[in-house]
């Protein structure tokens, strides 16, 4: 197999699981773990993968963002455990922000019944989810709401966002580093989730491992700014202690 040929499986390999390994790598392959290293360093130079100790995850292209529809199945299970874990950051009888996101939804579907909590929301599919829980106060931030994610973005949603201070933010993101912070493709979405961010006393960040070493165009917020991450069990460890180094708990779900 050629090195082009080489160089296409492995950044394949990698956006579908999130990381490759040096060593599985050559077995499959079929060459030497030192041939891997030098394709991954080439993919690193090409800006596709970021070499991790042991292997590589994917650097996906800045800007680029699935719909909706295309991610809600994608790591479903991973994104239920985290989602299930996520329930132990909830404050009792206190009010959260619920960002949008695949993830988001998934925890805004799990809320007991009986819970009175206040919930703040710009995102049209939790909105959805929380509507006939009759405990919780239920409160939806208008503005333009973009179809990929089914949020409400824009000055709108900014002022009212402005206007609330809760307990806790449950923020989704698509990337994720101990260099760059939180980060998403669009611009007026970071801009609705630094005002999440901004309004509460603790941001909870849900985010599947597949995130966790990548950086998108647009800035959110420093990782100072985040105190608890809530990702799976397939998560890098290297990857989990720099984001901890950085400062939020990391919980591995």
Known sequence: MYPPERHSVIVTTARAAGRVEVQALAADLDVT???????????????????????????????????????????????????KAALDELPTGGSVLIDAGTTTVRLAEM?????ELI???????????LAGLPRVTLHLVGGTVRPRTLAAVGDWAERALAEVRVDVAFVGTNGLSAEHGLTTPDLAEATVKRALVAAARRTVVLADHTKIGRTELAVVAPLQAVDTVVTDSGVAPELADEIEHAGPRVVRA
């Open 33 to 83: 773990p030192e041939t891997v290293r030098r394709d991954l360093t080439a993919l690193e130079r090409m800006g596709l993968l970021r070499r991790v100790h042991g292997g590589a995850v994917p650097v996906e292209r800045l800007g680029h963002e699935p719909a909706l529809a295309q991610r809600e199945h994608v790591l479903a299970a991973e994104k239920d455990r985290i989602a």
């Open 111 to 115: 809320l007991p019944a009986d819970l």
């Open 119 to 129: 919930v703040v929301t710009h995102a049209l599919p939790v909105a959805t989810a």
